[in-house]
């Protein structure tokens, strides 16, 4: 079955064998009704005008799909019709395909301009390109291969990786304790190696990311270079097979079933050839193509349109042909479209940050404001209370050095490839480490239909005859439907017209049938599949009942004959006939009931049609099937049969019943949608698909559950233009009417529940993305084709397949699902959301500890007290015990995975949002247009640039390109940047060149003389800030909530805790109360060679074992913080339930880092190495660390406490329900995902 008849529901076989004269185009709709625009409405009459639903016709809106309207002619009338009138505007593509004119040519002349050389009656004695010119035209054109985004040196890359703003913490800390260390060599000798250990580590963090980033990407390009593929090539009359990159311009090719088309060609030589164009139009049914080699085609005829036109990526499913190449490379329509994937706003297209990108950022540049903001008030008060500059200074840079968390950049990149692991194991294959975090935080998902939610392959649905309609599908019959019955009369019919009146094979004789590939067009895949399944040696049908005469199907005839050898009472030749229902209908006389043929009347016409509309409305394509007994003394066993004579019959046939095939959706794909729509993320399906078909499908899927408009209007008895907006919450789109979109029509379609656009380009694709982006839509999208590509790369983060996946798709996608699952996306998307939980978690906990680590610093300058915590232990806590520990949050399970799905995005899209995101778009663009009036001002008062230029012909140049709207403000520094372009056309390269840069100065300079000058310019700035300062609802990675616990509530705690063991140390070990540390610390005591002091309770210690009292105090603050971090550790554990013991329990990696972190923490104090290298002491007793055993129990009372009346004041929302009219279907398919 093609997709060639767009005004039928009921499309078979292959190509008519002799190239008919007429016009012929590309018809991809599979409706019931011709010229139907079953979905869609025009710009004039749409009210509201984005709501177009597959209910609706151009008829009337609740007038249901009507039986093809087009004239019943029989058989033989059809076989001798001239001129085809069915035509398929077909808007997909064109952009890409308009340069392509040669399917006007008549052969001699496209022979001519490619120098080539072919014979029309023998292709395989063709000449071809000789080897000398076939070597000048890849020298000429390239090779023929697709245009891929300029790959990243490895050394951009691991600078990508150094500069992230964690790193950049990590080397601005390394680098301030190597200025301390300049400032004093001897008292901050130690400074040399740690500032040398945080540069190390800001290296070792970016090696990690970056090894992870290269291990993926040779991964993805080991898919496009496994095996070079080959095209058999005619050159000097020789057929050889090449390398596809090395085909020209005017290379002859042969083409077979099964072949990838390697470039775009045209045909001049064909059998029975049917193409699969879904990778680039996504329609899963194949197309007729044959040459036109008589006349030429209508000058309207475009090349999508041609019959005589292939393109590269698409696959031969039937036939064979002889082609001549006429574009290679990025010149084929596959090119083009990779080249838009590789393009944004002008040609250069910078990597999306994504959602954990700018919240990292955006906590660096808060730790950063925190920290220089402390140590600017601090070393301010230091030079207040008379210190010296470079001492204060000096401290300055340690308080800020101690606020950054030098263990977290590590964290997080191990956090995500760890993750990224887990989803290689699932089939999942993360291109960017941020990917899987990315995909946890999108708000709306858009899917193509063909290949990703269905199987992009034809299986039976349900088979109609003797007056029975009956469920032939996988799996139970649905509820009031009969099962499938092989007694019932007719199907064995049926099951044997299927088998043999077709042009699909087994491309094997071996193993069983169900397991062996089918070659030739989908649908007549399709039917043999369904016969081979009912019927036992189905492959023995083909000698039994051999064929002795065919007519395949084409779009005139619509219908397929074939007439075997197979004996009945009255002779031995039976025909068969499948293809259009009415077309089918109007050649019969009887039909088959009970096993009789029965005369056709006009009940069974009734039943026929309301059969026909109820498979049709499911979005089902439905063939006919007919036969014919061929009466023995009229046609004899050795009768010739003539397609010129058309001696055979055409009216009188026998009606046998209807077959409906559809591409099923794949397993699993319900289940998985309505699973992500239950967390609350919109789920919408962009096709090249009908309309009607889209709609069936997502029907079927969770993807349409409420009434279109035209539903509600029926409903209500009123018509559609009475329904109030707000009562419709699902719309199918046609493609066809989003040109005529305003801005308003976007926001009102992408604010519905349920959205279908049906009938897409590749450029209306990538349109969607950017408008729902701009709402502030985080936006996922899958796909597989090519068609999918430049919405994929565009997106927040695009989804693959691999198996069915174009090359282009995947180099497009940031994720590839290796298995085809769309399932996968809701284990991804848990996964996500688990990362994020986790590093936020992960965050709380070790952040808490910072204010023990700050509050020495500030202790010591501000009191003073002796140091509790010197540098370098700093260095060991950070990198050491907290490091194990906060990486064991990577493995943490999720407390509640059907909770955490149902917690919704963290960042919903909500009026209020939108509305912010409109604020702070309109913002923007009033600064730009601020800036672009002050410099067209000062343009105006310019005198000239030079010779070359006048001021009027510069005001016609630069004012047109400052009218800004709101879809393109995001564009406008590239306009500045080139907004003299047009007024360069009389010059040289080397006049260009410098007039361009002075150009450029002048505006800088302009722009900068408006800041000073110009009111308006301010004005649009006060405006943005205000915008940009606006508080956006939803959760951040580090909030209010995080600081609070880890700065105020737990960090205050634990300092407390840490601060009051370092002095009973010194009070219980040594006798020295608070006032004598402070005493000795102000005479610059604590050091081996410093006087001796008298304490106040009269002993007298010298300076060797003040050094000795201090170390033993530090130890004990440095194991304090272990300790009071384990109670943290447990009480960060939970944030949507209260602490239980299950938590100590879950994560078996836990326990074993936190063996490893107390292990490294002792042996840091007690080992005797240990004590010289980081100036603790292995003599604390260990009697002290009861302190901060039992007081740390406070903060995992107080967060349980904390967490009750958090659930109690805010509880938390989870995804908002649907509301009653929404029933997603969450049954289990037959066959069960594996999650």
């Not at 008849?5 to 008519?16: H, L, R, S, T, Y």
């Not at 329609?283 to 085609?297: A, F």
């Not at 998307?829 to 965050?843: A, D, P, Q, T, Y």
């Not at 004005?1019 to 700065?1047: N, T």
């Amino acid at each position: 079955m093609s997709d060639k008849e767009a005004q039928n529901n009921d499309q078979i076989g292959a190509p008519f064998p002799h190239p008919p004269k007429e016009k012929s185009h590309l018809h991809a709709a599979h409706v019931p009704s011709t010229r139907s625009r079953a979905a869609s409405i025009t710009p004039e009459s749409r009210n509201p005008p984005t709501l177009v639903t597959p209910t609706a016709t151009a008829a009337g809106a609740n007038q249901a799909p009507p039986t093809p309207v087009e004239e019943h002619h029989p058989l033989g009338e059809i076989l001798q019709k001239d001129d085809s009138k069915d035509a398929k505007d077909v808007g997909a593509l064109k952009d890409a395909s308009v340069t392509i004119d040669e399917h006007h040519l008549p052969i001699e002349a496209l022979v001519s301009r490619y120098k080539t050389s072919v014979n029309v009656k023998s292709p395989r004695d063709s000449t071809g390109l000789t080897h000398t010119l076939a070597k000048e035209l890849l020298y000429q054109h390239g090779k023929n291969i697709l245009p891929r985004p300029k790959k990243e040196s490895a050394f951009y890359r691991f600078f990508m990786c150094i500069t992230n703003m964690f790193n950049l913490l990590l080397l601005f800390g390394g680098t301030g304790y190597l200025v301390l260390y300049s400032f004093d060599p001897v008292e901050n000798f130690s400074n040399v190696y740690i500032g040398s250990v945080l540069l190390c580590v800001a290296f070792v963090n970016a090696f990690i990311e970056f090894y992870e980033l290269t291990k993926v990407s040779k991964i993805v390009e080991s898919f496009t270079n496994m095996i070079p593929r080959e095209a058999r090539c005619i050159r000097a009359s020789m057929l050889q097979r090449i390398n596809v990159a090395e085909l020209v311009p005017g290379d002859v090719i042969l083409l077979e079933a099964g072949d990838k088309i390697p470039a775009d060609a045209i045909v001049f030589h064909s059998h029975e050839l049917r193409v699969d164009n879904s990778s680039l139009t996504g329609e899963s049914e194949s197309v007729e193509r044959s040459p036109v080699l008589v006349g030429v085609l209508a000058a309207d005829a475009g090349a999508l349109e041609a019959k005589n036109v292939v393109f590269g990526g698409t696959v031969v499913s039937n036939g064979e042909a002889y082609v001549i190449i006429i574009r290679t490379g990025a010149h084929t329509v596959l090119g083009k479209i990779a080249n838009l994937t590789n393009q944004s706003h002008g040609g250069k297209k910078s990597k999306k940050r994504s959602p954990l990108s700018s919240e990292i950022q955006r906590f660096c540049k808060l730790i950063s404001l925190l920290a220089s903001g402390t140590a600017i008030f601090f070393f301010l008060i230091s030079l207040a209370r008379g210190s010296e500059f470079n001492s204060s200074f000096q401290f300055a840079i340690g308080i800020l050095v101690a606020w950054i968390p030098q263990g977290l950049p590590v964290t997080v990149t191990m956090l995500l490839a760890v993750a990224g692991e887990r989803m290689a194991k699932r089939q999942v294959l993360i291109k960017d480490l941020h990917g899987v975090e990315t995909l946890g935080a999108i708000t709306m998902l858009a899917t193509d239909k063909t290949g990703t939610l269905t199987m992009n392959q034809m299986k039976v649905s349900r088979v109609w005859t003797n007056m029975v309609n009956m469920y032939a599908g996988d799996g139970e019959a649905p509820v009031g439907e009969r099962l499938l019955k092989l007694d019932v009369s007719g199907v064995a019919q049926i099951l044997h017209m299927a088998a043999t009146c077709t042009r699909a094979r087994f491309d094997s004789t071996e193993g069983k049938i169900s397991e062996r590939k089918i070659i030739g067009d989908a649908t007549d895949t399709g039917l043999l599949q369904f016969a081979a399944s009912r019927l036992a040696n189905v492959e023995k049908l083909f000698t039994q009942y051999p064929k002795i005469f065919e007519i395949p199907f084409s779009s005139e005839t619509k219908t397929h004959l074939s007439i075997h050898r197979k004996g009945h009472p009255d002779g031995t030749l039976t025909m068969h006939v499948k293809g259009a229902p009415e077309r089918v209908l109007a050649s019969c006389a009887t039909i088959l009931m009970n096993g009789k043929a029965e005369p056709l009347t006009d009940f069974h016409r009734t039943q026929f049609k309301e059969t026909y509309e109820k498979m049709a409305k499911r979005g089902e394509r439905v063939i006919a099937f007919a036969q014919y007994w061929l009466p023995g003394r009229k046609f004899p066993d050795n009768y010739r049969f003539s397609l010129e004579k058309t001696n055979f019959p055409t009216t009188g046939l026998t009606f046998v019943g209807l077959v409906s095939v559809e591409d099923p959706p794949k397993h699993g794909v319900r289940e998985a949608i309505g699973s992500i729509r239950q967390a609350g993320i919109q789920v919408i399906m962009v096709t090249g698909d009908h309309p009607l078909t889209a709609a069936a499908i997502a029907r079927r899927i969770n993807l349409l559950t409420q009434p279109t408009l035209e539903e509600v209007a029926k409903e209500c008895g009123k018509p559609p233009s009475k329904i109030p907006d707000s009562e419709v919450h699902a719309v199918v789109v046609n493609g066809e009417l989003l040109a005529s979109f305003t801005d308003d029509d976007w926001d009102r379609v992408l604010s519905k529940q349920e959205v279908i656009f049906a009938r897409t380009s590749p450029k209306q694709k990538l349109e969607i993305v950017k408008r729902a982006q701009s709402l502030g839509h985080i936006v996922g999208v899958t796909g597989d084709g090519v068609n999918d590509a430049a919405a994929l790369r565009h997106a927040d983060l695009g989804i693959a397949m691999n198996k069915t996946g174009s090359d282009v798709s995947k180099e497009a996608a940031g994720m590839i699902l290796m298995d085809d699952n769309f399932a996968s996306t809701v284990v991804g998307i848990l996964e996500g959301r688990l990362i994020f939980v986790n590093m936020k978690k992960s965050i709380q906990y070790f952040l808490t500890h910072i204010m023990s680590e700050v509050f020495p610093y500030l202790a010591n300058v501000v009191i003073p007290i002796p140091l509790a915590l010197t540098a370098i232990q700093i260095l060991v806590v950070d990198l050491g015990f907290e490091l194990f520990i906060t990486l064991s949050f990577a493995w943490e399970p999720p407390e509640d995975s059907e909770a955490l799905l149902r917690l919704g995005p963290r960042q919903p899209v909500t009026a209020e949002s939108i509305q912010l995101m409109k604020n702070k778009r309109q913002a923007k663009k009033d600064v730009l247009e601020a800036q672009a009036n002050a410099i067209h001002d000062a343009a105006e008062r310019r005198s000239s640039i030079g010779n070359q230029l006048d001021l009027e012909k510069q005001k016609t140049s630069i004012t047109p390109k400052y009218q800004l709207t709101s879809a393109d403000e995001d564009d406008y520094q590239n306009l500045l940047e080139n907004s003299n372009d047009e007024i360069y056309g009389d010059l040289n390269e080397a006049q260009k060149a410098a007039l361009k840069l002075k150009g450029r100065w002048w505006r800088h300079i302009s722009e900068l003389k408006a800041m000073m000058t110009d009111i308006r310019y301010w004005k649009a700035q006060q405006k943005e800030w205000k915008a940009l300062v606006a508080i956006k609802s939803g959760e951040r990675l580090v909030d209010a909530e995080v600081l609070s616990w880890s700065y105020l509530e737990a960090g205050l705690m634990e300092a407390s805790i840490c601060i009051g063991t370092f002095f009973a140390v010194l009070y219980w070990g040594w006798d020295m109360t608070p006032t004598d540390a402070k005493r000795i610390q102000r005479s610059r005591g604590f050091k081996p060679h410093t006087a001796n002091h008298t304490l106040e309770s009269g002993i007298i210690i010298t300076g060797e074992d003040q050094l000795e009292a201090l170390e033993q105090a530090q130890s004990a603050f440095y194991l304090s913080i272990l300790i009071v971090q384990l109670w943290n550790l447990f009480a960060c554990k939970t944030r949507l339930r209260l602490p239980t013991q299950k938590i100590f329990v879950a994560n078996v990696t836990t326990l074993i880092a936190v063996a490893v972190g107390v292990t490294f923490a002792m042996l840091i104090v007690y080992t005797p190495f240990m004590n010289a290298v980081f100036m603790t002491s292995n003599a604390l007793n260990p009697v002290f660390l009861l302190i901060p055993l039992s007081a740390g129990s406070l903060v995992f009372i107080y967060s349980i406490f904390r967490r009750a009346l958090l659930r109690k004041w805010w509880p938390q929302t989870f995804a908002k329900d649907f509301g009653a009219k929404v029933r997603l279907n969450m049954a289990k398919s037959v066959d069960e995902l594996n999650s």
